[in-house]
C-alpha cells in the first residue's frame, strides 16, 4: 500500500535546533515571488506581497528552545460580498517554546496540570507562548510563520461599504442575486384572509 505523498512546504526554512549556539540566532527571511504565488493558492488568496519574516532563536534551561517571530505582509482578498479585490497590510508576531520529549513525558502527562505548576516550569511568559514538543530533526520556522500568518487573515474580507446582499457569479462576473419570493408568504396571506 503507498502512502500518499507529503505536501511541499511552499515557504521552507529550516533550523536545526542542536545547532543553535548559546547567544541564540538572529534571522531574516522574505519570500520570494514564487513563493508567495504557492501560498496564494494555499491560502486561497488572490495576491500576496512581500511576506517579511524575522526569527529570533534561542535555547533555555532544561533542553528548551524559544522561537519568537515577527511578519507582515500585504495581501489581497475576494470580498465575501462583491467578490472585488480586498487589499488588507498584516502584521503580528508569535512566540513557540519548543521542550523535550523528555520533558513532556515527566511534567505533562496530567491532563489537569496546574496552571501555576506549568508556569513554574516553563516560566512566568509561558502564557503568551503555544508549547510544542521538540522534533526529532528540524525546525522549519518558515512553515511556522506561515502557520500564523494564516491565522491573521480575515475569514470573512469585506469591501468597505459592501451591502449584504447575495451575489452570483456568471461568466461576466459578480452580480446581485435574485431573490425568490419567500413561499410563505403566500400562506400568511390566506390566513389574513376573512
Given amino acids: 500500500m503507498s502512502q500518499a505523498p507529503v505536501p511541499e512546504i511552499e515557504f521552507s526554512r529550516k ?6 549556539p548559546v547567544g541564540g540566532l538572529k534571522l531574516d ?3 520570494s515571488v514564487d513563493e508567495c504565488a504557492a501560498l496564494v493558492k494555499r491560502l486561497k488568496l488572490l495576491s500576496l506581497n512581500d511576506f517579511h519574516v524575522e ?3 534561542r535555547p533555555e534551561p532544561g533542553q528548551s528552545l524559544v522561537v519568537e517571530g515577527r511578519f507582515s505582509a500585504m495581501l489581497e482578498q475576494a470580498c465575501v460580498v462583491t467578490l472585488e479585490p480586498v487589499k488588507s497590510s498584516i502584521a503580528s508576531t508569535f512566540s513557540v517554546r519548543y521542550i523535550s520529549a523528555q520533558s513532556e513525558a515527566e511534567h505533562f ?7 501555576d505548576l506549568r508556569s513554574d516550569l516553563l516560566g512566568d511568559d509561558f502564557l503568551g507562548e503555544d508549547t510544542e514538543v521538540m522534533p526529532d ?9 506561515t502557520q500564523y500568518l494564516s491565522l491573521e487573515i480575515d475569514p470573512y474580507p469585506r469591501k468597505p461599504g459592501a451591502e449584504s446582499e447575495p451575489v452570483e457569479l456568471t461568466k461576466d462576473g459578480a452580480k446581485p442575486a435574485q431573490t425568490r419570493e419567500n413561499p410563505f408568504a403566500v ?3 390566506l390566513k389574513d384572509r376573512p
Fill in 29 to 31: 527571511y522574505m519570500a
Fill in 109 to 115: 502527562t496530567d491532563e489537569d496540570l496546574d496552571l
Fill in 55 to 57: 526569527i529570533t532563536v
Fill in 187 to 189: 400562506l400568511k396571506n
Fill in 137 to 145: 530533526g528540524d525546525i522549519d520556522v518558515g512553515e511556522l510563520a
Fill in 15 to 20: 533550523i536545526n535546533p542542536a545547532q543553535v
